[in-house]
């Protein structure tokens, strides 16, 4: 089956613009979350979904960083003023939602956002 | 963000020969997992471990959680060159859902 797919797969955009990252997770996955990868490091969370609602948005840098869930399938990531350390791979994930057990977060491939 | 202490960094090894990498954490995790990355993608889940001291293969993968649940280390057996790629460690706490992950291993095989 399809799994989770992220668009576009690469942005370039200039400082101090608007970009939106959008995320489909694989159908069926109540849970989704956002990672951050910058170069040479590991995935650093951002915000996590349970359904609709934002459950963990602890690891959003800062009110430039907003995302959504709407109708709690597909997500978008929206980040304002973009800097030039924005720039890095944004990684989203999604999973089942089993209580009281480990439910397995399957990436997608990520948007590589670039800002100039 | 927090990130765990992986090592090493990267290894370069011929093939056929085994490796091993580890991770280290100052916080105590309930879960620890094992990813494997490859340029382009994102990171696929290779074993997870859930209890102290438990000992869990996948293949030629072997992977351990350590008994303080402050580390985990990850062995490949007999290496081939489709083993090529950035291996990361992470780990999940209690009531958490989100996952810290370490810096990554890049693994070089030379056929």
């Known amino acids: 089956g399809a799994g989770v797919s992220q668009t576009p797969s690469n942005k370039v955009t200039e400082k101090g613009k608007y970009v939106e990252l959008r995320c489909d997770p694989i159908s069926g996955h109540t849970a989704l979350y956002w990672y951050r990868q910058s170069l040479g490091q590991g995935p650093e969370f951002l915000i996590y979904?349970?359904?609709?609602?934002?459950?963990?948005d602890s690891g959003l840098p800062n009110d430039r960083f907003f995302a959504v869930r709407p109708e709690g399938s597909v997500s978008t990531l929206k980040i304002q003023r973009t800097e030039r350390g924005d720039s890095a791979v944004y990684l989203c994930?999604?999973?089942?939602?089993?209580?009281?057990?480990?439910?397995?977060?399957?990436f997608g491939p990520g948007t590589r956002l670039t800002v100039l | 963000g927090q990130q765990l202490n992986q090592s090493p960094q990267s290894m370069f090894i011929q093939e056929g020969e085994d490796v091993s990498m580890n991770c280290t954490s100052s916080?105590?995790?309930?879960?620890w997992l094992w990813y494997k990355q490859e340029p382009g993608e994102g990171p696929v889940l290779l074993i997870a471990l859930y209890k102290a001291g438990e000992l869990t293969s996948n293949g030629r993968l072997t992977a351990q959680f350590g008994i303080t649940r402050k580390d985990s280390f990850l062995n490949i057996s007999a290496s081939i060159p489709s083993d090529v790629g950035i291996y990361f460690c992470?780990?999940?706490?209690?009531?958490?859902?989100?996952?810290?992950f370490g810096k990554g291993t890049k693994l070089t095989v030379n056929p």
């Open positions: 992470a780990g999940l706490g209690s009531g958490s859902e989100k996952l810290v």
């Open positions: 916080s105590i995790f309930n879960t």
């Open positions: 994930a999604s999973s089942i939602t089993t209580p009281g057990s480990y439910n397995e977060q399957f």
């Open positions: 979904f349970q359904g609709t609602g934002a459950a963990d």
